[in-house]
């Protein structure tokens, strides 16, 4: 039976384990044959869609990852508008909004409202959540 999942990333990419785990997860749903409808990134999940992270040559780069998942399976990458500029994580409409120097969300990632989350609940068989 396949699934369409959708996947909500609550946890920062290096304060907790929710980031590096949401990308197993999607991973492994992937290659078993499931639809992932969407992943949105919330709360401090949003730090995952930053473009302006540089961890050591000698980690695992979570960042390039997501980015690569996208990209590969083109997949629907939304980051909460509304936690992302609290948190400075912008693209360009939003740092001119704001009056900001620049814009630092990754390719591949779409900025919208907690809308976005509702829907992908209500069209997918199950969302699937890490973080607290």
Request: proline share 3%; no cysteine.
């Given at each position: 039976m396949t699934l369409k999942l959708s996947i909500l990333v609550l946890g920062s990419p290096y304060n907790s384990q929710a980031a590096?785990?949401?990308l197993r997860y999607t991973q492994a749903a992937i290659s078993l044959g499931h639809e992932v409808y969407r992943v949105f990134f919330y709360q401090d999940g949003v730090h995952t869609s930053t473009r302006l992270s540089a961890p050591p040559q000698d980690e695992f780069n979570i960042y390039e990852a997501w980015q690569s998942l996208q990209k590969e399976h083109s997949l629907d990458f939304v980051t909460c508008i509304a936690a992302a500029a609290r948190r400075g994580v912008l693209n360009d409409t939003e740092s001119?909004?704001?009056?900001?120097?620049?814009?630092?969300?990754?390719?591949?990632?779409?900025?919208?409202?907690?809308?976005?989350?509702?829907?992908?609940?209500?069209?997918?068989?199950r969302l699937v959540t890490f973080g607290a």
């Open positions: 590096y785990s949401a001119k909004r704001h009056n900001l120097p620049a814009a630092n969300l990754a390719e591949g990632f779409d900025l919208s409202g907690l809308g976005q989350l509702v829907e992908a609940n209500s069209v997918s068989d």
